[in-house]
């Protein structure tokens, strides 16, 4: 069995695949994310998913190797990581009862083939009309500043949204599980034939 690798130092997608049972290893890519002149969102996160995975890829012979990147997009601005409090609750007031879509860029790299498998998963949601204290509560109380649109999903986040669309609510965590198992599945690798390791 090939190695497993997990592109990425974020703790959210590292938490994900662990739910999946299989052994890997989780190592940072050292790559520019800068967006380029006149790239679309889509585009961009395909470009970072492939570009994470490709960095690593002269460490493992043999080696699936998972790269993701995620923007969120309102009015054709991008949200990123807010890092501060006020910005954080600039991009939560932004979103109060719009509708802001999220783009997730994932990539499975075979190096052993050089094959890579790539898509870009768009989940949509729709956020409740929100007043300050609201807002305020919120982020006082988790505290999301290292997320893309100030929220965590799988937290108290939930309780900003009025609805969620899309295939795979794991996107908006930063990792589509359900497309990734797929592309793990036609890279020769059945998630559920595996035996289970201890989280």
């Known amino acids: 069995m090939p190695d497993l690798v997990l592109a990425s ?9 662990q739910t999946l049972g299989l052994p890997f290893v989780s ?12 790239e679309t969102p889509r585009d961009l996160v395909l470009r970072l998913a492939k570009a994470k995975a490709l960095a690593l890829a002269p460490n493992f012979t ?7 990147d995620q923007v969120a997009l309102i009015d054709g601005t991008l949200l990123g990581k807010p890092h501060t409090h006020e910005n954080a609750f600039a991009q939560l007031k932004r979103c109060s009862g719009r509708t802001v879509e999220f783009s997730t860029g994932l990539c499975l790299l075979n190096t052993a083939t050089g094959e890579a498998d790539a898509l870009v998963e768009p989940f949509f949601v729709s ?10 509560n919120y982020l006082y ?9 100030s929220f965590k999903s799988e937290g108290l986040g939930i309780a900003l949204f009025e609805e969620l669309n899309g295939r ?8 589509p599980l359900i497309q990734l198992v797929t592309m793990l599945s036609r890279a020769g690798l059945d998630v559920l034939s595996q035996p289970t390791q201890a989280l």
């Open 62 to 68: 043999n080696a699936l190797i998972i790269g993701s």
């Open 168 to 175: 795979d609510p794991n996107s908006l965590i930063g990792l």
């Open 141 to 149: 109380k988790e505290e999301p500043y290292d997320c893309a649109g």
């Open 9 to 17: 130092s974020s703790k959210y997608r590292l938490q994900m695949l």
């Open 127 to 136: 956020f409740r009309t929100l007043s300050d204290t609201q807002i305020e």
């Open 27 to 38: 190592l940072a890519p050292d790559i520019d994310e800068s967006p380029k002149p006149r």
